[in-house]
């Protein structure tokens, strides 16, 4: 991934500069156990740069140092938490994924067989299911 930034030039002022940019980032987090359609991820990418009024605004969490980190444990998470994850996310691999689960209480983990660190179109009604089911069951008055 830091091969990516290094090499990467992206003029942010230029529309087309932008898509190309994050089109190949789509590409790279993708992961490489299925087919990338980058006809659908550039007019998808084309889209939301066409609509935003800052574009480059979306890398501000880049800004994050290492060493911030959130000021409540997950353990202390008391939502009913679903956590859906790629099987071949090359971002942050599924063990990541087992480890949030595993550190919230009562997560429910979901693995994506094939899917990297993106949505991916063939995913979405396996992810919108997983979401149904996990709030269906949900207690409105608590926790499960």
Not at 49 to 58: H, L, M
Not at 96 to 110: C, N, R, V
Not at 116 to 137: K, L, Q, V
């Amino acid at each position: 991934f830091g091969r990516f930034f290094l090499d990467a030039t992206v003029d942010w002022s230029d529309r087309d500069s932008v898509v190309g940019y994050v089109v190949g980032y789509c590409r790279m987090l993708a992961g490489d156990q299925r087919t990338f359609d980058e006809e659908y991820v550039r007019a998808l990418v084309r889209h939301e740069v066409e609509r935003a009024r800052d574009f480059a605004a979306r890398r501000n969490h880049d800004l994050l140092t290492d060493g911030e980190s959130p000021s409540a444990p997950l353990s202390s998470i008391t939502a009913p938490t679903l956590v859906i994850h790629g099987g071949a996310d090359p971002m942050f691999p599924f063990e990541h994924g087992q480890a949030l689960a595993h550190e919230i209480p009562d997560a429910s983990l979901i693995r994506l067989d094939g899917a990297g660190h993106g949505i991916d179109p063939e995913d979405r009604d396996t992810i919108a299911a997983a979401i149904i089911d996990h709030t269906a069951a949900a207690d409105p008055a608590g926790r499960g």
